[in-house]
């Protein structure tokens, strides 16, 4: 028997040229009769940073910042994936249930790797970006290493420029 495919993890980051990406996805979920999960990361910051802001604002001030941050964050999704239900209504009337947001934090190849696995996806569908070969080997590729350690197929769509 073939693999279903009943739920798919579409990893975002808000770029404004990732209509098409989110397009195959809705292509997928509807083929499939698949649920769509759109997902966000956002990344730590880096430990010498938090010690710098630590030293000049107060822990309640930054609780604040981190709270604004996620309640942007997730109206920033919510209406990229309003407007984009808005333009494909017609479409996202033949899916099993309306896309739904997951806001996630923590180190990006990772945290996906950890929403698809809670979520139970079987499929996990990112963006990609061209990096240079040697940003590549420094600094690695989220997209590649979701793609060489996920336990579930991956698809990484590139984004025209």
């Known amino acids: 028997m073939l693999p279903k495919i009943r739920t798919i993890l579409y990893a975002c980051?808000?770029?404004?040229?990732?209509?098409?990406?989110?397009?195959?996805?809705?292509?997928?979920?509807?083929?499939?009769?698949?649920?769509?999960?759109?997902?966000?990361?956002?990344?730590?910051?880096?430990?010498?940073?938090?010690?710098?802001?630590?030293?000049?604002?107060?822990?309640?001030?930054?609780?604040?910042?981190?709270e604004e941050a996620d309640r942007s964050t997730l109206e920033r999704m919510q209406t990229y994936l309003g407007q984009f239900m808005e333009a494909h209504a017609h479409e996202v009337s033949e899916l099993?249930?309306?896309?739904?947001?997951?806001?996630?934090?923590?180190?990006?190849?990772?945290?996906?790797?950890?929403?698809?696995?809670?979520?139970?996806?079987?499929?996990?569908?990112?963006?990609?970006?061209?990096?240079?070969?040697?940003?590549q080997m420094v600094i690695g590729s989220t997209a590649n290493k979701v793609v060489h350690h996920s336990r579930v197929p991956v698809m990484v769509v590139p984004i025209l420029k």
């Open 13 to 66: 980051d808000l770029e404004p040229r990732t209509n098409q990406t989110m397009e195959m996805v809705l292509n997928l979920a509807i083929t499939n009769q698949a649920n769509i999960v759109l997902l966000h990361v956002m990344e730590p910051i880096s430990a010498q940073a938090a010690n710098m802001i630590n030293n000049y604002i107060s822990d309640a001030t930054i609780k604040e910042m981190r």
């Open 96 to 135: 099993p249930a309306a896309p739904r947001i997951e806001l996630a934090h923590g180190i990006p190849s990772e945290t996906i790797e950890k929403v698809a696995e809670k979520i139970g996806a079987d499929m996990i569908v990112m963006n990609s970006r061209t990096h240079s070969k040697i940003g």
